[in-house]
């Protein structure tokens, strides 16, 4: 069983390490349902409690599916996520994301409402144990947003509120209105900007933060040379054509390091994060049983101080080649 760490300063205990379900939607590959399913029951038995799922993947559908997996399972800690609009009867913001392609994003209180019900329902239980909102609406007030996140909370619809892709400003902003138990942002070993300023803030305001694409999108595993047709990795420019040799290249040493330590890449890539603070709760997402058991591992790994500055070393922020998602 790995350990547990805090959400937040006042918030819940949760398996340090939680569980990303958007990959069972087949973002990054074809993803089989019932073996989704064994992959979250072997998460849960592994003691990895925080199942990540949005509205948004699947277009509802990952929500169906968290849903049935966790059905009469106590330790299930559910959160997920509104704000991205996939409803074709709904209005929204342009958020150009810089990959080509733009968001529809809603953060008004009455689609807030509307769409938490649509949740509730798919996920088939009476509260969400976290909400986050997905993307901040440039034309909503974050205050309006969380406003009416926390009128669910005093409804008894959702237990912790949190944001994510958020600057720290406007997660000052959010926080003065209801405490937030979490932040969710790219964070990992290719992806290091939070370091700067978010993480800061978050240390400050007592919040956690709850690391997305861990593994680079698979990337920091060291396994993805080519990506298939319908990978949606084909939008994320650090894989596109000569970007992803060049990528491969550069960390190159990290993996190397990796087998001098008899772990795998995955597993150096997760325990660095968690060694950067207790309130650092990476969600790896994968589609296989095997893998929830080799990342499940990565929580008792012990880095000393000299090899977490060889890693620093190796991995520097900036290094990737190829722009991230807004
Ligand atoms: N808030 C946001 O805007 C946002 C954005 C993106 C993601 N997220 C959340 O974060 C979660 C995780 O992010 P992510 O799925 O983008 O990326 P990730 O967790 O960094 O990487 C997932 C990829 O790594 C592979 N993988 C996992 N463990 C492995 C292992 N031990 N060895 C080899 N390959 C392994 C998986 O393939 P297999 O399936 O083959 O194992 C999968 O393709 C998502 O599921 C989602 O819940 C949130």
């Known amino acids: 069983m790995i350990g547990k760490r805090q959400l937040g300063k006042d918030g819940p205990l949760v398996g340090a390490l939680g569980y990303g379900a958007m990959v069972l939607e087949g973002y990054y590959g074809a993803s089989d349902d019932d073996e989704a399913i064994r992959t979250i029951h072997r998460a849960l038995d592994a003691g990895v409690t925080m199942i990540d799922s949005a509205d948004a993947y699947g277009n509802g559908r990952n929500e169906g599916l968290v849903g049935r997996a966790v059905r009469g399972r106590r330790n299930a800690f559910v959160a997920s996520k509104f704000g991205i609009v996939f409803e074709p009867t709904e209005t929204g913001t342009d958020l150009p994301t810089g990959w080509g392609f733009s968001l529809k994003i809603n953060g008004r209180p009455d689609y807030a409402k509307r769409t938490l019900d649509a949740s509730l329902s798919r996920l088939g239980v009476d509260a969400l144990d976290l909400w986050y909102l997905h993307y901040p609406d440039p034309a909503t007030p974050i205050e309006d947003t969380v406003g009416a996140m926390a009128s669910a909370v005093r409804a008894g619809k959702v237990r912790h509120i949190g944001l994510s892709n958020v600057t720290a400003e406007q997660v000052r902003r959010a926080h003065a209105v209801h405490p937030i138990a979490a932040v969710q942002y790219e964070y990992s070993l290719w992806r290091r900007e939070a370091e700067t300023q978010l993480l800061p803030t978050l240390r400050e305001l007592g919040i956690a933060v709850v690391a997305w694409s861990p593994l ?79 990342n499940a591992r990565a929580a008792s790994i012990q880095l000393d101080e000299k090899q977490l500055r060889q890693i620093d070393a190796l991995a520097q922020p900036g290094l990737a080649e190829g722009r991230t998602l807004v």
Do not use: C, K
């Open 216 to 294: 680079g999108a698979g990337f920091l595993t060291g396994t993805v040379n080519s990506l298939g047709a319908n990978d949606f990795r084909q939008y994320n420019p650090r894989f596109a054509g000569q970007n992803l040799a060049t990528n491969a290249d550069r960390y190159a040493p990290l993996l190397q390091l990796a087998g001098e330590l008899s772990i795998t890449p995955a597993q150096l890539a997760l325990a660095w994060l968690m060694h950067q603070g207790e309130d650092v709760i990476p969600i790896p997402g994968t589609r296989r049983a095997e893998h929830i058991d080799e």
